[in-house]
Each structure stands twice: as C-alpha cells, then as structure tokens.
T-cell receptor, first 109, second 114 residues
Framework: GQNIDQPTEMTATEGAIVQINCTYQ??????LFWYQQHAGEAPTFLSY????GLEEKGRFSSFLSRSKGYSYLLLKELQMKDSASYLC??????????FGQGTELSVKP | DSGVTQTPKHLITATGQRVTLRCSPR?????VYWYQQSLDQGLQFLIQ???????AKGNILERFSAQQFPDLHSELNLSSLELGDSALYFC?????????????FGSGTRLTVV
C-alpha cells in the first residue's frame, strides 16, 4: 500500500521559519516532491529530492532521508502570501505521484 | 498560464448525467495524469496515460473512463454522476516518466453535481 503522512494544519508568524514534515511508506520510490496549493487553484511545483540531503532554493529548502522514509520542507522569512496548503508527494513505479493529504499553513502577522 | 489547458473550468450537472472533461498537455509532454480532489481531501490519483497508452490506474470508479488521443489531449468521462462526485478534477502532464520537474498541473475543472 501507499501511505504518506503530514500534519493537517500549522500556524506560524510572519518573518519566522516553519518546518513541515512528511513521512512515507510506499511500494517503490523514485523521488519526493513538494507542491504549494492555494485554495481552489492548481498545485505548483516547489522542490524535488531523489538523493538524501538538503536541496535549497531561495527561501524554501527540502530535506530527504530515504532510509527513514522522511522529508521536510523548510520555509524561511515567512510572508503572508505563503499561507497555503503544502503537499508532499512520492513518485512510485510507473511515474505516478502519490500525494499526502496536505498541510494547511496559516501565516499570522 | 502553466501550459496545461483544462476545459471547462466549471460544470454544474444533475445526478445521473454524464460529462466529459478535457485536457491539453503542455507542448512536448507525453504523459497525462488525472487527479480528483474532493473537499478536505488530498489529490487522489485516477489514471495515467503515456503517448496514447494507459500506463497506470488508481482507485478510479467503473463509471469513470478516460483516453488519450493521437494529438496527446486527453478526456475524462464521468457517467451516472452522484453527489459524491462533486470535486475539483485536475489534469497534469510531464515530459517523461522520470522528470525531475514532476508534473505541471492545469487549473482544474470544478464539477458540481446537484
């Protein structure tokens, strides 16, 4: 079976740092993705990890540990526009992405 | 504009009816994926096509079917609609099966069954 877990909701303050965790148990692994989704809109690609370690892209970083089935997305210098749902997804055999339920992040002033 | 085009954007229909959702992938992308997102639910994988052939199926209901045409556009057909089918339906495309950029999503079709 495929199981991807992430917290349902998180709240953080503008200017702060927040870490969104994701654990997964999947049949096959060919990369882990993070997407951002604003309500009613399409998910947009944030990051991709296929090897262990940290990938940094501006204010966003993503970490992967394949042996632990664990990833996190780190958002720095939070802005109000970062309020959105953050989706963790694992690419399994055949190329399809299996998504977690998403973490709803609220950024407060 | 992501380059993935979905039509229509909104659809309201009655229970028992049949609808067709259309998706044109980004230019050059061979793979098309369909996802369903219900209220407070994550993205549920429905079906995947690659260069005209079905590659993988998720928990797609028997009332649902899809196909990818020679020009690579895809259609998702939903029949005998029920209230519970109300959801956002997303199409996504990728250039190949193992692309590091993942998928590019269209803006979705919001289906409301009344």
């Amino acid at each position: 079976g495929q199981n991807i877990d992430q917290p349902t909701e998180m709240t953080a303050t503008e200017g702060a740092i927040v870490q969104i965790n994701c654990t997964y148990q999947t049949s096959g692994f060919n990369g882990l993705f993070w997407y951002q989704q604003h309500a009613g809109e399409a998910p947009t690609f944030l990051s991709y990890n296929v090897l262990d370690g940290l990938e940094e892209k501006g204010r966003f970083s993503s970490f992967l540990s394949r042996s632990k089935g664990y990833s996190y997305l780190l958002l720095k210098e939070l802005q109000m526009k970062d309020s959105a749902s953050y989706l963790c997804a694992v690419r399994v055999e055949g190329g399809k992405l299996i998504f977690g339920q998403g973490t709803e992040l609220s950024v407060k002033p | 504009d992501s380059g993935v085009t979905q039509t229509p954007k909104h659809l309201i229909t009655a229970t028992g009816q049949r609808v067709t959702l259309r998706c044109s992938p980004r230019s050059g992308d061979l793979s098309v994926y369909w996802y369903q997102q219900s209220l407070d639910q994550g993205l549920q994988f429905l079906i995947q096509y690659y260069n005209g052939e079905e590659r993988a199926k998720g928990n797609i209901l028997e009332r649902f079917s899809a196909q990818q045409f020679p020009d690579l556009h895809s259609e998702l057909n939903l029949s005998s609609l029920e209230l519970g089918d109300s959801a956002l339906y997303f199409c996504a495309s990728s250039v190949e099966l193992g692309a590091a950029s993942g998928y590019t999503f269209g803006s979705g079709t919001r289906l409301t069954v009344v």
